[in-house]
């Protein structure tokens, strides 16, 4: 159990254009999905969290305008990455929170998305 | 800020004992250790966690100290698969608090 898959899993765009990332939980219920962005040899970096019918809440530094999040039901999460850049380009990853009420709440993650704008 | 100092690389033989080291002196009460590994190019998979008490999986062992201010994760035989980032987390349980990730260890397994 507690597989969270992404697609696609690697795209490739031109300058200027929207790349849509979707993340889902498979087999499990979340409330709380987030989404991190890894640059080369760089740890993972979290850019959102967002809770299922409600605003994403962005890190300091991240646009919530050039990357916009939809959590609309508990299993499907999505990131659109607008007017994307060359600097864009990166490996992006969601994670899901999967409740387990008085164990912690366990975090995981998909398989990445590698997206690479020319 | 990662809340939590690991060693940046190790080296392991295949087939023996992996044991992964971390400090987190400032841990609360209400924090959790939790460790990932990331494979090249993969998404991060986790392993284990624990609160107080020694933890052990199908994957792992984790070792907390009494005083909770250091762990380490022991993977009792590595394999050359296990050859990957590994991560050690603390993060408050419930809904407060996100897993941030600080630089890891390199663990190397070699045969």
New interface residues.
């Given amino acids: 159990g507690?597989v969270?898959s992404?697609h696609p899993s690697w795209v490739i765009c031109k300058s200027g254009t929207s790349v849509k990332i979707e993340c889902r939980s498979l087999d499990f219920q979340a409330t709380?999905m987030?989404w991190?962005r890894q640059f080369p040899k760089q740890?993972?970096?979290?850019m959102a969290?967002s809770n299922e019918g409600s605003k994403a809440t962005y890190e300091q530094g991240v646009e919530k305008d050039k990357f916009l999040i939809n959590h609309a039901s508990l299993t499907l999460s999505t990131l659109t990455v607008t007017s994307a850049h060359p600097e864009d380009s990166s490996?992006y990853?969601c994670?899901a929170r999967k409740a387990r009420q008085g164990d912690?709440?366990?975090?995981?993650?998909?398989?990445?998305t590698?997206l690479l704008v020319l | 800020d990662a809340k939590t100092t690991q060693p940046p690389s190790m080296d392991c033989a295949e087939g023996r004992a992996a044991n992964l080291p971390c400090n987190h002196s400032t841990i609360s009460g209400n924090e959790y250790v939790y460790w990932y590994r990331q494979i090249h190019s993969q998404g991060p998979q986790y392993i284990i966690h624990g609160l107080k008490n020694n933890e052990t999986n199908e994957m792992a062992s984790l070792i907390i100290t009494e005083d909770r201010k250091s762990s380490t994760l022991i993977l009792p035989h590595a394999t050359l698969r296990d050859t990957a980032v590994y991560y050690c987390i603390v993060r408050p349980s419930g809904s407060q608090g996100n897993l941030i990730f600080g630089k890891g260890t390199k663990l190397s397994v070699k045969p």
């Fill in positions: 507690a969270v992404q709380t987030f991190y740890s993972l970096m979290l969290t490996f990853i994670s912690g709440e366990t975090q995981y993650f998909g398989p990445g590698r």
